[in-house]
């Protein structure tokens, strides 16, 4: 019998494009909130899953289950199903059908589609990301010590932070925004901040600062693999710095559905030190 192929000889980025198409389809069957709001129960993460998360993910798995049947081996860990075991354990496809799916029910601009692909269980085993946001219908991808682009453009790797007169970042994206997080944390935030943006993913947010879109970001509670695999690695890629500071190793956090830290991203590690120093 001959040896599966390895995971990293995927083809990662069709199988995401191929995701991309059928997940617009799911969304243009879905045309406005009423269609999108309805709920379907709690997926594996806990969050309620709406019916466009369901059709959005089992987009996703029917292209893993042709992939596992040309031979490959793998495991998937996603939002709505939690784990599935594909052959190989060793080997971890991260995936959020729909990153933003508040922003996709209420037809706000940015959602996305992210998966990333590990040869580990932790986030610096992440090998392949890619995020594609169906608001401006960017594509964000990034493979491990080959550099990350946006359209198939290379992002640069110069640190590109802008800083007000005053020395603070000058626009840093925020997660977890609930009022009540975003009230405890609002003296600490002063300190670094000049400018705040809530985009409601935080897949998206994590490229803007890739993008240099962005000069940092932070989430106030935990984050979920699912949510920032992929991303994070487009960052490292692009040359931005990313820690998530319940860890000693800061790309320590485990690829599974638990959020067990915030995540924290910026342009230069000044930016990520003052950034994480909010959520100490």
């Not at 599966?4 to 799911?26: N, T, Y």
């Not at 997660?175 to 944390?185: G, I, K, L, Q, Y």
């Not at 998206?204 to 962005?214: D, E, I």
């Not at 693999?225 to 500071?245: I, K, N, T, Y």
Request: hydrophobic share 45%.
């Amino acid at each position: 019998m001959a040896a599966a192929p390895p995971a990293q000889a995927a083809d990662w980025a069709g199988l995401c494009r191929r995701v991309v198409g059928s997940l617009e389809a799911v969304l243009a069957e879905h045309p406005d909130t009423e269609a999108r709001a309805v709920e379907t129960g709690r997926g594996e993460g806990g969050d309620l899953a709406l019916v466009i998360d369901r059709a959005a993910e089992d987009a996703v798995f029917a292209e893993l289950d042709l992939l596992h049947a040309a031979g490959h081996r793998f495991s998937a860990v996603s939002e709505e199903r939690g784990a599935v075991d594909y052959g190989n354990p060793d080997v971890v496809v991260v995936i959020d059908p729909i990153d933003g799916s508040m922003n996709a029910k209420r037809g706000l601009p940015h959602h996305s589609v992210s998966i990333a692909v590990a040869d580990g269980r932790r986030m610096s085993d992440v090998f392949f990301g890619f995020v594609h946001d169906f608001g401006p219908r960017e594509e964000w991808m990034a493979v491990r010590g080959q550099g990350a682009t946006l359209d198939g453009r290379p992002l640069g790797l110069e640190p590109r932070e802008r800083r007000a007169p005053d020395g603070r970042l000058e626009l840093v994206g925020i997660e977890s925004a609930h009022p009540r997080w975003v009230a405890e944390a609002a003296e600490r935030l002063v300190g670094p901040i000049h400018r705040l943006r809530a985009l409601g993913t935080i897949a998206v947010t994590l490229c803007s600062v890739a993008g240099a879109r962005l000069d940092g970001m932070l989430s106030l509670k935990g984050c979920r693999a699912v949510d920032a695999a992929a991303a994070q690695l487009v960052v490292r890629e692009a040359g931005g710095h990313v820690a998530f500071p319940g860890f000693e190793d800061p790309l320590g956090a485990p690829l599974d559905l638990l959020p067990h830290s915030p995540v924290v991203a910026a342009r230069t590690p000044a930016g990520l030190a003052e950034l994480a120093a909010v959520l100490a």
